[in-house]
Each structure stands twice: as C-alpha cells, then as structure tokens.
C-alpha cells in the first residue's frame, strides 16, 4: 500500500511514531492469535473426547430404553411414555470467554414428576435428563469452538494486514521522505558551493 505523503521532517517524525506502534500493535496480536491457537486445540481435543463418551452413553440409553420396552405391552409402553410430566425449558445466553461472545445453551426442567410405581422407568427418565444436560454442554462447547474460530480468523486478517500491507507501507514512505531529504540536502549544499564560488570569483 503506497502512503501519499509530503517530504517533510514533521511528515517524517509522524511516521516513524506510527511504524513503532504498527509494530507494537502487530506483536499483540501475534501473540493473541497463538493464545487462541493453543486454546482452541484444547478445546477441539475435549470436545471430541466428550462427544465420543457421549455417544456411548447414548447408546447404552437405548439399549435400556429397548431392554425395558420388551417388558410391556405396546400400550402400556405408550401411556407411561405420555404419562410423565416434566416440563423442559431451553435458554441461551451470551457469556465471553477472553472477550469473545459464546453462546451458552442451558437446559431447566420446571416440572419433575414421574409415576414412582415403576422404578426402572423413573431411573430410566433420570438418564435422559442428565443425557440431555449433557447434550446442551457438548452443544454450548462447540458454540465456543466456533466462536475462536471467528476471533482467530478474524485475528489473522489484521495481523496480515498490518504484516504485509501497512507496516511495508509505513516504511516505503520512510524511505521516500529520507531519500527527498537527503536529495535536498545535496541540492542545498550544491547551491552553497555555487554561490562560494561565484563570490571568490568576484
């Protein structure tokens, strides 16, 4: 990115405090981008071992989800399915983690009652609370994974702008006003010279 400048001393001065800062600036985020970088690898790393443990946990649901069905008749199976009254309420909030907003999913149960005349059904229900509880984690996790993927992208785009395109700026500018200053300098001390000569001369 060329700079328009003016070759300047005062021109000069404000650039070389502007480069320092650029600088100063492209470090900061340099090194913010590779925090990010090493979090969110601890978190790709947690989030796949507790999706995997998860999965297990819901396939063993509903291998007793089978199990007890085989129990009942298809009616009776039916109407205890209905019979239960728990309310579910989903809600969402927006928390930050190093400043950057993650969407946090919760879930709360307001009614909780189920029929105690069948305690492998009640135990039954107490597992899909929790697998559930478990889901809106995992969901809320990968929330936060997808919001360091924006922030680390989004990071990458300044540091990148600031490495390859304002910095080189800043600094062909530099050289630009020290080259027309030196160049004038010579010129002045070229008009000097001339002007000794002419008064020896006369």
Not at 51 to 63: A, G, N
Not at 146 to 152: D, G, T
Request: overall charge positive; some cysteine; charged content about 35%.
């Amino acid at each position: 990115m060329r700079i328009k400048v003016n070759p300047t001393r005062m021109e000069l001065l404000k650039l070389k405090k502007r480069l320092a800062l650029a600088r100063r600036g492209h470090k900061l985020l340099k090194d913010k981008e590779e925090q990010l970088l090493v979090e969110f690898r601890k978190l790709i790393v947690k989030a796949r071992e507790e999706r995997k443990k998860l999965e297990q946990e819901m396939v063993e649901f509903y291998r007793e989800c089978l199990s007890l069905k085989g129990l009942f008749e298809g009616k009776f199976w039916e109407e205890m399915l209905i019979n239960p009254l728990i309310e579910t309420e989903i809600s969402s909030k927006i928390e930050r983690i190093f400043n950057i907003p993650v969407k946090k999913i919760s879930v709360n149960f307001k009614k909780d009652f189920i029929p105690a005349e069948h305690p492998f059904f009640v135990l039954l229900i107490k597992k899909a609370k929790d697998l559930l509880r478990k889901l809106t984690e995992i969901t809320t996790l990968e929330n936060q994974i997808y919001s360091f993927s924006e922030e680390i992208e989004r990071t990458r785009r300044r540091v990148n702008a600031l490495e390859y395109v304002l910095i080189p700026g800043i600094e062909e500018a530099i050289k630009f006003i020290n080259f027309k200053l030196e160049e004038n300098e010579r010129a002045s001390l070229t008009r000097l010279k001339h002007i000794q000569l002419i008064k020896g001369i006369f």
